[in-house]
């Protein structure tokens, strides 16, 4: 790495060798120069030119007004605040320029001339606004005031922030990070002059160079960005920002779009219904949610019916439904949103809370992140989430990772002597470094045949309801095989370990103990597919304690493991009685509720799974109770049950539906079976 300060002695040198050169050149080439670098959107070289024709030419205040307005664009609020202190008494010519230069002042942290600056702004303004004029004016004062009683509280000491590597922030704009894991960070970046998504993989505690996201759709020309996946991962929404004019965030046309996951590709994107993305107007900043069968996609959009600028909006959907079917989008309501801008929601489902950034709340700079406990549109009041996450500069996309230790904000504060501008975002990252006693849920996945960790493994947590239907919560693909989710107390959670080329295996636990134990879980063992006779089990959960707890030794609980066959899993509509028949192929024993045809038919096979996930209510099978009645039945010789869709009368109807089904994730591997007379006699190859 460079010395720091041998790199700022060349920088001085290098700016002083440019005012040289600057001052040899007349005050009429400085604007002409200057005109032709703010046509190429070279807005910094532009204001340097307007600011060094002023110094020459003092009475053409229009300079100094050009100049500032060169350098607000790039948000380098020390020099527009350098060059409209010249300027900033004269509202008659350029309006608001007083209330203007106060908020550069505000923003570069001389929070005391600020609040003298907007006092003196508003005892001379005489616009026909001024009573709108004078809430925003009363509304920075108080920013001013918050920013003060901030710096005497101090920061938060259980908060630890830091700007993150090369390997993810570049002199470009980074934004948008959404953590897919505590080891994988998706976020948004213009390093190749358009807005891509990129990956970056934490490993040995160090984030690895950012790539492009693999196998997505190919986007020409546009940029893409602000990506939210959803919980189930089955679904990615991001934005598509038009290229006409150069890439300026709130100032870039943008829309939502969907991808949804086929295998490990994803599909063309699809644009969101006209009254979501209406025309004319942005719509971008997606987060996506799943409550029970809902489905919320909260956004930011200056769409008419709003309060103010940009405000934060939601939509729903069902999670069964395989359309674009959103209701009307609704305004989240003004404890949310403002006159001014509200912008990047994520709502965190343990605090019940969305965080967001909003720079007409009462901020201590541009932007500020807010909290706000609520759901849709009834909220309580939004508060500011203090330092260090905000700062005099603009501060926004708070998100946490999914163990909840820590997260990510996008900010263009300067740090320290890595970075010395605000004239571009960068992503900081933050831990929680004094939290308070955590309970968790931890352990490892394994293979059952090779009993080997596991790498690559998705794990997901659900929240088990009164009523038995599971929640979702969260999820993580680790990398070394290894879980952690945070808890709350009193609950009921179900946590499942999926792996590509392995069948899926979980278990249930409470957290109703917390006063005995600090960490919960289980180790996990996934078996490979294949099995005997072409059957394809599923991983069983091994006999293993609920809790583990390496200080605490408590009496196992352990599930005992019957020969005998449990009340099988309920088809959707129950048929018929019980019955118990042998397979012709493999001689298992199987007991099933399924109709009991007469003469030949077939079924096609979907999975095999364990006792605790034969409910029909999975979400998994959504998609696939759409296409016909789905049956189980229950193979007493190995304790699994088999899911299937039936029944058809010929090989070419179930051929028909297997090429739909094997394109579903969790079923590439289904089959069709042959039956006669209510017996299984064998899969059809």
Known sequence: MKNPILLSLSIILL??????????????????????????????????????????????KELAYKAGECF??????????????????????????????????????????????????????????????????????????????????????????????????????????????????????????????????????????????????????????????TPDASRFYFTICKSVEKWGGLTTHCEIYVTRRVGKSWTTPERLPEYINEQGVTTTHPYV??????????FSSNRSGGIGGMDIWYTTREISSTANDFTLPINCGSRINSMGDEITPFYDKIEDAMFFASNGQVSIGGFDIFKAKGAKS????????????????????????????????????????????????????????????????????????????????????????????????????????????????????????????????????????FDKYTDFGAPLYLEPYGGVGGEEPVAVKEDVPVKSNPVVKEPVVRTPVTTEAPAPAKAETKTSQPYVSKSKDNNYRIVTEAPRQAGTYYKIQIIAVSKNNSSLDHYRYNQVKQIKRLDTEFIMDRQLYRVLLADYNSIEEAMEDLKKVQGMKDFEGAFIVEYKDGERIGNIN
């Open 289 to 298: 949610i799943h409550n029970d069968n809902t489905e919320i996609l909260y």
């Open 72 to 229: 607000s664009i790039i948000r380098d609020y020390r020099n527009a605040a350098d060059a409209w202190k010249n300027v900033k008494d004269d509202n008659a010519t350029y309006p608001l320029i007083g209330l203007r230069y106060a908020r550069c002042l505000k923003q570069s942290g001389e929070y005391e001339a600020a609040s003298s600056e907007l006092v003196n702004f508003l005892g001379h303004y005489q616009g026909a606004d001024k009573a709108k004029v004078s809430t925003i004016v009363q509304n920075e004062l108080r920013g001013c005031e918050l920013a003060a009683q901030m710096a005497v509280k101090g920061k938060d000491a259980g908060v630890y922030i830091e700007l993150m590597s090369s390997n993810i922030n570049t002199p470009e704009t980074e934004f948008a990070p959404f953590p897919f894991s505590d080891e994988a960070l998706y976020f948004s970046s213009t390093m190749a002059k358009r807005a891509e998504i990129y990956r970056s993989i934490k490993s040995n505690g160090i984030w690895g160079k950012a790539t492009p996201i693999e196998n997505f759709p190919a986007i020409e020309n546009d940029h893409f960005c602000n990506g939210t996946l």
């Open 378 to 513: 009834m909220w309580q009041t939004a508060e500011n989430v203090g330092l260090p996450f905000n700062s005099p500069a603009d501060d926004f996309s708070f998100v946490k990772s999914p163990s909840g230790k820590g997260g990510f904000i996008v900010s263009n504060r300067t740090y320290e002597m890595e970075k010395i501008t605000t004239t571009h975002e960068d992503i900081f990252e933050f831990q929680y470094t004094n939290p308070v006693v955590q309970w968790v849920a931890k352990g490892e996945v394994y293979s059952k045949e090779s009993r080997d960790v596991l790498d690559d493994v998705e794990v997901s947590l659900y929240e088990v309801t009164e009523t038995g239907q599971r929640r979702f919560m969260t999820k993580l693909v680790s990398a070394n095989g290894s879980y952690e989710f945070a808890l709350d107390p009193s609950r009921k959670y179900y946590l499942e370990a999926l792996k590509e080329g392995f069948f899926p295996s979980s278990y249930e636990f409470d957290t109703k103990e």
């Open 15 to 60: 700016v002083v060798c440019s005012v040289q050169a600057q001052d040899k050149l007349s005050w009429r080439k400085h604007v002409k120069l200057a005109e032709e670098l703010y046509a190429k959107a070279q807005y910094a070289d532009a204001g340097e030119h307007y600011r060094a024709a002023f110094k020459q030419k003092t009475k053409k």
